[in-house]
């Protein structure tokens, strides 16, 4: 007998819980086939069969919360069990009743597939054609009223919430309950963006074989912003400041099962084919449920774009402890003044939401102008001015 087991959970993880069994008791299931499905605050755990066998019993059912190394079922090792077949009862015909109720049935036109015979072994009685001509009047005479569609467009369903969403839930509330949080606004002109990915677009995804996407600039710029500003670089613990000499940025995703926050770490020391192969790579692993705990975990600064899903301004909340966010928007044509004139320019709108009680205004208002000044001239990005 091969005990199935929680895997092991990170220090960070406390508990876990038992999202979807795959498999039922008494299933059989091949080697490495996905058994069940363990769900953290962070990421979602397959555990697989370590060898082909049945699933003998499973402990701990779908919604239990279970801890590292726990014991949830157990699988017995051994071929598939020979499947015996299934003998149907067999139908009624004419023969299964008396001379007077088959003259019955002819004269009635009742066919005797129609009836389940009551009598031993099968046999018709009377009793069954009287049924059968009692429902067939009464589906006759009564009003044909869909009421299952009717029950259905006024019914409410209830589902538990995700250990993911009731993570995300708490985070958001302690966000808004622990930080000063305040947000300023700003304004891009994407042209120059927009006019470099249009010339070199071919030429990159031919030599890296990934395309030039928004989020390579967006992350280089706000990682030269923040050398320039350790303070929106650093985060509160308890009564001291943590400054960190590194920078690792955490891109927002939007997966099946909620938002995750999973981390590209050391930004400045990748160019931008790496920030687009690796902004992929956590994008896939995000829709596929593959992120792992470790690629979840730190982070000092997020960048969330919700104008990939249209949207064109908002007020970002802050992903805690870190000190700051910036929010990406919807690139629209709007008339601009330039010069005395006015222009249709691609436009996007940035939000930097920031802990006030950590960051200044004047250092976020800088941070942002920063962010935008990089964006709009991204080839001072290359020249580091």
Request: hydrophobic fraction near 40%; charge should be negative.
């Amino acid at each position: 007998m091969i005990d199935i087991l929680v895997p092991e959970l990170p220090e960070s993880v406390a508990d876990a819980t038992v999202a979807v069994w795959h498999k039922q008791a008494g299933d059989f299931v091949e080697r490495d086939q996905v058994l069940v499905e363990i769900e953290t605050d962070k990421v979602v755990l397959e555990v697989t069969a370590t060898a082909s066998g049945t699933l003998q019993e499973i402990i701990e059912e779908q919604g239990a919360t279970v801890l590292s190394k726990q014991l949830i079922g157990k699988l017995k090792e051994g071929p598939a069990p020979e499947k015996t077949p299934e003998v149907e009862p067999p139908t009624p015909s004419v023969a299964d009743a008396s001379p007077s109720l088959r003259r019955l049935m002819l004269e009635e036109g009742i066919d005797a597939r129609d009836l389940k015979g009551s009598g031993k072994g099968g046999v018709i009685t009377r009793s069954d054609i009287d049924n059968y001509r009692e429902m067939k009047n009464k589906d006759a005479t009564a009003p044909q009223v869909d009421i299952v569609s009717a029950v259905v467009a006024r019914s409410d369903k209830r589902v538990p919430m995700t250990r993911l969403r009731k993570r995300v839930a708490e985070r958001l509330l302690e966000a808004k309950n622990s930080t000063a949080m305040l947000t300023t606004f700003n304004e891009v002109n994407m042209k120059a963006i927009m006019d470099l990915r249009k010339q070199y677009q071919d030429i990159f995804e031919k030599k890296h074989g990934v395309r030039l996407g928004f989020m390579s600039f967006y992350i280089k710029a706000v990682t030269e912003a923040l050398k320039r500003y350790p303070e929106v670089n650093a985060a509160i613990d308890g009564d001291e400041i943590v400054y960190h000499n590194f920078f690792d940025i955490s891109i927002a995703v939007s997966t099946p099962r909620g938002l995750v926050t999973p981390v590209l770490r050391d930004t400045d020391t990748l160019n931008v084919a790496e920030i687009e192969k690796a902004v992929k790579a956590l994008a896939l692993k995000g829709r596929d449920g593959k992120l792992t705990v470790d690629e979840m975990i730190g982070g000092n600064f997020t960048i969330t774009n919700g104008g990939v899903f249209g949207s064109l301004l908002s007020t970002p909340i802050i992903n805690p402890p870190q000190s700051a966010i910036l929010g990406m928007h919807k690139i629209q044509d709007r008339p601009m003044a330039v010069d005395g004139k006015v222009e249709i320019l691609p436009m996007m709108y940035l939000a930097l939401s920031y802990d006030h009680r950590l960051v200044d205004g004047k250092e976020s208002v800088s941070f942002l102008v920063t962010i935008k000044e990089l964006l709009e001239d991204p080839t001072r990005l290359l020249l580091d001015i």
